[in-house]
């Protein structure tokens, strides 16, 4: 039997070899982009109504769900006489299936291994697996499918890939690729403005080819931007940067943006996902500057509120 495969990082795909599988409407793939990224992990009937249709679901919402989980079976299981993929549990669903079967996942270990080179100081080895990483991005991840699940992991993927292309860009400037880093520098700070880290790197990769001026220049539209858009003056990395520049210090060697220790790891900003979620990919941390101790004083940032799930009753027996 040729092994299943699927994509997220873009419009959902599925293949079983080189065959591709139909999917059905969006709302039956966003089903299963559910069960997908629950890394084995069951959903419930009540998870998988809260998935696709939120705090407003339609009457016949549990009915609907068997349906696809039926449909799905035609399409997973070589033998519909027994489920091997797509099975029973409690009154939901498990998708049984090897964690490389899913370009998540794939790029989540990517993340992981280049973590661990750049930990043993091999910058180049990481800064490759990254651009691998990123490579599997084939557009806007869940591309078109609806419910506030795909919506969540629209932006959780989304970030994710930004972290990812941070990291690279900063392996690149400490392998003295400075040059080239500018204008794909530039462009981020465009696309994401209230994005801190991209100005530093930017302001960074400008003061190494001695355009002080210009780093200058970064920093003041950085500011402009969070203090009109949030109210906020810049953090304290940014401002340090931004001290170290304005004093007319050469700046340091690329070199200096070596790797340090990985940060902590960060919460997962996605509530639901499955417990057990591999994290390395937000845990891999390059130093991006070699600053002082920052200054211990800054307002804090806001919050914002989530509003938790309500879960439907279970519905009857599962399939």
Known sequence: MFELGFSLLGPMRGQRGTEPLPLGAPQQQAMLAVLLLRRGGAAGVGDLVDALWGEDPPRTAVTTIRTYAWRWRKVLEPEQSQARVLTSFGDGYRLKLPAAALDVYQAE????????????????????????????????????????????ERSRLGE???????????????????????????ALTI??????????????????EGRQADA?????GAREQLVDQLGLEPGQELEALHRRVLSGEPAPPTAQLAAQSPARSQSDPVSGTAPGRSRAASRIRVSWTCLPPPRPTRRPRLRPHRRPSRRPASGPAPL
Not at 192 to 206: D, K, S, T, V, W
Not at 216 to 220: G, P
């Open 109 to 152: 270990r990517l993340a992981a291994r280049a973590e661990a080179l750049v930990t043993d100081g091999k910058q180049a080895q990481a800064r490759d697996l990254l651009n691998q990483a990123l490579g599997l991005w084939q557009g806007e991840p869940l591309s078109g499918l609806p419910g506030p699940f795909a919506e969540r």
């Open 216 to 220: 200058l220049a970064v920093y003041r």
């Open 160 to 186: 994710l890939r930004l972290a990812l292309l941070e990291e690279r860009i900063t392996l690149d400037l400490a392998l003295g690729r400075v040059a080239r880093c500018i204008p794909e520098l530039t």
């Open 191 to 208: 696309e994401h403005p209230l994005r801190e880290r991209c100005y530093g790197l930017l302001m960074h990769a400008l003061w190494q």
